[in-house]
């Protein structure tokens, strides 16, 4: 699944899709960010409500798919800067992290 199809099935606010081709293989939830950085894995759809500029440098470390900020989160400027310039995808919902993970887990299989 890419990127695109993960923000249509789930009906996601798209703030950035620089590389809406991207392959989602997995998904992560976490919001402590040096504990992303190690287990987070390349092609994950990462869940979080951290919307800070230190987000787009975890998910280029990453290599994550997506950032999915959960429950209503909004980015700020810094982080829409640094996804831009980085080629971070980042999503956004209204709906909370245990059900965003649920619903990837779903369309992942």
Do not use: H, K
Request: negative net charge; contains cysteine; hydrophobic residues 45%.
């Amino acid at each position: 699944m890419t990127v695109q199809e993960l923000a249509s099935a789930l009906s996601l606010t798209e703030f950035d899709l620089p590389d809406p081709d991207r392959p989602v293989t997995g998904g992560y939830a976490g919001d402590l960010l040096s504990w992303v950085m190690g287990r987070a894995r390349e092609g994950d759809c990462w869940i979080t409500i951290m919307s800070n500029q230190n987000v787009a440098a975890v998910a280029v470390l990453a290599e994550v798919g997506c950032v999915l900020l959960a429950e209503g989160v909004q980015p700020d400027e810094a982080l829409r800067t640094r996804a831009a310039e980085n080629g971070v995808n980042l999503l956004g919902s209204e709906r909370s992290t245990f059900a965003l993970a649920a619903d990837v887990a779903r369309l992942l299989g």
